[in-house]
């Protein structure tokens, strides 16, 4: 009964792989949908880097706000500290 999963499972596989293999090397429009699928791919790594570059620049400004913001704390403090001694 197990062995049934793993044999549907492998049947299922192999079949989409085929299908995925004749569609892209299909002899009439195979040369165009890889053509369109490197297009994809592309466009897709561009504006991965951009999202990338952007959550880096938003970290990097939380940084230096959140260290802002540590050394403003103690700088109350420490005048905070004067005022009482």
Do not use: E
């Not at 499972?9 to 293999?21: K, Q, Y």
């Not at 970290?59 to 420490?78: E, I, N, P, S, Y």
């Amino acid at each position: 009964m197990h062995n049934n999963g793993k044999i549907g499972l492998g049947l299922i596989t192999g079949i989409g792989l085929g299908s995925g293999l004749m569609y892209f090397l299909d002899p009439d429009r195979g040369k165009q949908r890889r053509a369109s699928a490197r297009d994809q791919a592309r466009r897709t790594s561009r504006q991965l880097q951009r999202m990338a570059k952007s959550v880096d620049r938003s970290a990097h400004d939380l940084a230096k706000g959140a260290d802002a913001l540590t050394k403003r704390v103690f700088l109350w403090r420490r005048k905070a500290l004067r005022l009482v001694a």
